[in-house]
């Protein structure tokens, strides 16, 4: 859809507030960046060393080489590995503070968090063989914790969660040599390949590229999920409200943005302060407000159904109702505008990971050992700034949709009666035509949200069961396609099993990290089929992506066996050879591919095609 910045009636309101008041945002930096430069849409620049920077001419006539010798397919795989390898090491780096944090608690070092589901540290104690009988679970958390650690940097050979994966799926990794070993280490070693004079093979890179991708997948961001589940609780479906129209004209507006729960959780109990809550009214206020945006908000909506005030293009928005008293972030997708936007109005913009510090904002460093006060410290800040909101410039639009989350694996299960058999049964006779995971984030190259919706409602509308994390998901609650009721929208099979099930017919399953869940559901339907993950009728896409993360997300799954649509154009068309192994080769080496696909309907045209071509491999 081009010509529009978005779909979302909430966010066009904002922008013309935007307009009208002179501010930017992502949109118009988009177009003033325009043309953006070809090499780098191509992938045909690098700057790997300092005899660069080199670019490659994609019209044959310049350089078709670097200083180096390096040609366009060389660097366009090396480019491509750095940026599965930055995907990974962000969601790895997330899983390892998760896990940290759970040491500590277990080592009684930090107070204020509590191990929430004892069942599933149980579970995953079993799973990497540590003996639960008879020991505390302190004990048990904090021997889980040291083997969890272990697995960034492990010597013993592979990934403990690799055992989840079907026995075809590890044969075809150990015969292509990509099972992941460390997290850390195939980081590191794609850094490593990738230096000047090291690896120069494409596909040898590319093939690396998948391991260390599935070191994110099946360790570092499986693990972030598993141990955000053992210290906060295991999500199970809750109710709650999406879009900037959950901001409140009368309360205290603070909106956490970022990843880890770790600080947006110790918010979700410091906002229930009575101290704090009596302060806020001293000020005038009714009261504490706290929403969620990006994937931080999909933590807490999942597990308390906080409400959600929108997704990745929607953060420079929300400072723009002029209603947020404090912009609280840590981690990963955080627009470094947001300091100097804040600035124009009272908001204040409080960062806290030593990791990620910005113009602008007001440093709080946050220590999980003294997670409340901390959190506390913030809200405090939020509160005390309430007086100096500009009433006359505060402009918070309506939409406020409904939705339904929380569908871990968990709670799926428990929808079904405890096993998978009912899902099984019902994509058998077809009422359930196949699953598609739609994920990630948006881009201002794509109609905010135009893909993910259309997507989702196309493939339902075929009995395509659509599982969802990330801004993807957010966009489907703003959409009203998370409730039951959009069973309606879904096709006769499909809307008869989630009426049955009380369930909508697009699932949020959570955050970025916890594509990890849909793999172990996919990996445990093939287990139960006793076939490969690429034999069953399942698809994944990223409609509207942007992050190096998605990149190391698409390539994890992928490599698990999954054809894969992307809904914007990845830097690799600058390489036939780098294009060709992606899109062709990678059916026969791990049975998963990707396509590219800028078109929604298109797009939901190619998984269904894939869907079918599996159901009749299968013989269903
Ligand atoms: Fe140029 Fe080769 Fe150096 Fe890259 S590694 S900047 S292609 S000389
Ligand atoms: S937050 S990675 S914009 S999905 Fe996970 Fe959204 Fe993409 Fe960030």
Known sequence: MKGTSSIDPASLQMLKVARDGGLETAWDRYLAQQPQCGFGELGLCCRNCNMGPCRIDPFGDGPQKGVCGATGDIIVARNLLRMIAAGAAAHSDHGRDIIETLRGVAAGE???????????????????????????????AEKLAEAALEEFGTRKGYLQAIDRVPPKRKEIWEKLGIMPRGIDREVVEAMHRTHFGVDNDPANLILHGLRCSLSDGWGGSLLATEFSDVLFGTPRPVRGRSNLGVLSKEAVNILVHGHEPILSEMLVEAAKDPGLISAARAKGASGINLVGMCCTGNEILMRHGIPVAGNFLQQELAVITGALEAVVVDVQCIMPALGQLAACYHTKFIST???????????????????????????????????????????????????????????????????LIPLIE??????????????????????????????????????????????????????GLLLPEAAELAGAGLAEVCRALGVPPVLHMGSCVDISRILTVAAALA???????????????????????????GAYVVASGIFTVLGTVPPVLGSNVVADLLTKQAKDLVGGYFAVETDPFKAAELIIAHIDEKRAALGI
Request: with cysteine; net charge neutral.
């Open 527 to 553: 287990r139960e089929l006793g076939v490969d993950i690429a034999d069953l009728p399942v698809a994944g896409s990223a409609p509207e992506w942007m992050s190096e993360k998605a990149v190391s997300i």
């Open 110 to 140: 930090i107070k204020d968090y509590t191990i929430k589901d004892e069942n599933k540290l149980k579970a995953l104690a079993r799973e990497f063989g540590i003996s639960t009988e008879g020991e505390t679970v302190q004990t048990i």
């Open 426 to 479: 019902a994509v058998k006779n077809k009422k359930i035509r196949g699953i598609a995971a739609l994920v990630g984030c948006n881009n201002p190259k794509v109609t905010q949200d135009y893909n993910h919706v259309n997507m989702a409602k196309a493939l339902i509308a075929r009995d395509v069961l659509v599982v969802e994390t990330g801004c993807a998901a957010i966009a489907s609650a703003k959409a």
């Open 353 to 419: 990971s030593p990791k990620a510090k910005f113009p602008g904002a007001i440093h709080i460093p946050f220590d999980e050992h003294n997670a409340l006060e901390t959190a506390r410290e913030i809200i405090r800040q939020a509160i005390e700034n309430y007086p100096n909101r500009d009433k006359n410039r505060v402009f918070i639009p309506e939409e406020a949709t409904a939705y339904v989350a929380g569908f871990s694996v968990e709670a799926i299960l428990s929808a079904l009666g405890g096993t």
